[in-house]
């Protein structure tokens, strides 16, 4: 069974820059809108930023003009440049398609629905 696999996360002082890597299974990723979502301690998922198959990203408000998302069809890898980061920002970062698919749909396609994510703390 295919899953997600983010990396890249860490302790990074408010200001720092940090890079996360995310592979995604290959039979979703080359015909979907791909984006980061983020889940803070007590708050609920958030999707923070997308990039269309043809490469147009969109950003949530708090995050535009500090991460910068990209991606590599043929590594079916999406990434997320984070670079002034607040401690906002600190949260368990998640990749997934847009919209997601449900555990359902995943596990009829034959791949893990969400990740493990990968925790970024930013200390102010």
């Known amino acids: 069974q295919e899953q997600f696999v983010e990396s890249g996360g860490g302790l990074v002082q408010a200001g720092g820059s940090l890079r996360l890597s995310c592979a995604a299974p290959?039979?979703?990723?080359?015909?979907?809108?791909m984006g980061w979502y983020r889940r803070a301690p007590g708050k609920q998922r958030e999707l923070v930023a997308t990039?269309?198959?043809?490469?147009?990203?969109n950003y949530v408000d708090s995050v535009e003009g500090r991460f910068t998302i990209s991606r590599d069809n043929a590594k079916n890898t999406v990434y997320l440049q984070m670079d002034s980061l607040k401690p906002e920002d600190t949260a368990v970062y998640y990749c997934?398609?847009?919209?997601?698919?449900?555990?359902?749909?995943?596990?009829?396609?034959?791949?893990?629905?969400w990740g493990q994510g990968t925790q970024v703390t930013v200390s102010s």
């Open positions: 290959g039979i979703i990723f080359s015909i979907n809108t």
């Open positions: 997934n398609a847009v919209p997601y698919y449900s555990d359902y749909d995943a596990r009829r396609l034959g791949f893990g629905s």
């Open positions: 990039i269309t198959t043809g490469g147009s990203t």
